[in-house]
């Protein structure tokens, strides 16, 4: 119950749940932790995704933009096909499934109706599915056959940050799991970058004031925004772009670099607000490509690059981490500029008009 949480000396949830993501980190790596200190799932979980011809992401919202970032770490790490949908969609227009579905269902609640009528529908075509949410529970974990906790602590504010981050941690989790299972070689430790990652969080959160001036500086006369970002800092922007027409009801679209030029660019006026995620080294000079197209045509560029990435033009750059793990902590800085565009347009960021926090109607 929200009432029995309390802000402590915070004035919003939302501010609270941002500053709380680097022990949520802590918290998932000790909770996934065997006594060696090895990552470790459910045996049976690590088996039914193992087992999979190709795996089904099922989410709305912000989780399924987790989806989103999942389905890179269980491609690249497991090697399994996966598929990611919008919950709404999925019913009247399921896709031809492979022979041997697994079902990932994310929901911070476990109570949202849209994904919880797909779960319903492919349990009576007999297929497995896991649950991962934040609820222990909660009506999406009863209902599915396996369930892999967030530990993000009760999250209470409407538009969703650790819980987005807390889920994007576990999906690399199972990922690796998943992979180790499968004679997948990872070449890197996960448990220890997940450690560099709570520092950087950390960093992040400690650099508030930037993100306040950025927020004041590049949001707070317009009436739209843009994000743009290439491979996983696309997906990021989405979630930035969804962040911030939630709480400061700025028209905000998030979408890839390399789309620009087929059609959205015709919106780029003087002064236009472009956020730009420039944290993956395989397409750095591209986005920066993109970068100059927009502000050609007159764009206001906000870069945020990552430390080895960075360039003189950029706002502000983010403390490097593993490049397959950068939407832990590029999200931050797109939670903070949305907190403080929010703040400043006397939004009532924990409430945001015309939004629930658990959507239990189709
Ligand atoms: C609502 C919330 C969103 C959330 C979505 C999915 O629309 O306002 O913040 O992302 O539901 O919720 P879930 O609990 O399934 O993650």
Do not use: W
């Amino acid at each position: 119950d929200a009432s029995d949480i309390e802000k402590g000396t915070y004035p919003h949830y939302m501010l609270k749940e941002i500053d709380e993501q680097p022990a949520v980190m802590r918290k998932i790596i000790q909770a996934y932790q065997n006594e060696e200190g090895k990552l470790t799932i459910d045996y049976n979980i690590a088996e039914a995704v193992s087992e999979a011809d190709r795996v089904y992401i099922v989410a709305c919202g912000t989780s399924y933009h987790a989806g989103l970032i999942g389905q890179q770490f269980i491609e690249k790490m497991a090697k399994i096909p996966v598929e990611v949908h919008v919950a709404s969609e999925f019913v009247y227009n399921m896709p031809l499934l492979s022979e041997k579905p697994l079902f990932i269902f994310i929901s911070q609640s476990g109570e949202t109706a849209d994904s919880r009528a797909v779960l319903v529908a492919i349990k009576e075509l007999g297929h497995k599915a896991l649950t991962i949410t934040n609820v222990p529970g909660s009506t999406l974990s009863r209902e599915a056959d396996y369930t892999l906790l967030l530990h993000a602590g009760p999250e209470i504010a409407v538009a969703s940050t650790k819980a987005y981050t807390a889920q994007i941690a576990v999906l690399a989790i199972l990922a690796n799991v998943t992979a180790k299972f499968r004679n997948q070689p990872v070449e890197f430790d996960l448990v220890k970058e997940l450690g560099i990652i709570g520092t950087a969080m950390e960093a992040l959160c400690d650099s508030k004031e930037e993100f306040e001036a950025i927020a004041r500086e590049y949001l707070s006369v317009t009436r739209n925004a843009f994000f743009i970002g290439r491979s996983l800092d696309y997906y990021v922007g989405l979630e930035g772009s969804l962040k911030l027409k939630e709480i400061s009801y700025i028209q905000a679209e998030g979408f890839a670099g390399g789309e620009l030029k087929h059609g959205t660019i015709a919106l780029i006026e003087d002064g236009t607000p472009i956020i730009a995620l420039a944290t993956q080294e395989s397409v750095n000079l591209s986005i920066r490509g993109n970068v100059k197209e927009v502000v050609a045509r007159g764009a206001n560029p906000c870069i945020i690059s990552m430390k080895g990435l960075e360039e003189a033009e950029d706002r502000f750059v983010i403390p490097a981490v593993h490049e397959l793990l950068t939407p832990l902590v590029s999200v931050i800085p797109l939670q903070l500029i949305a907190y403080y565009a929010a703040l400043h347009r006397e939004c009532d960021v924990d409430k945001p008009r015309n939004l629930a926090k658990s959507v239990t109607v189709e």
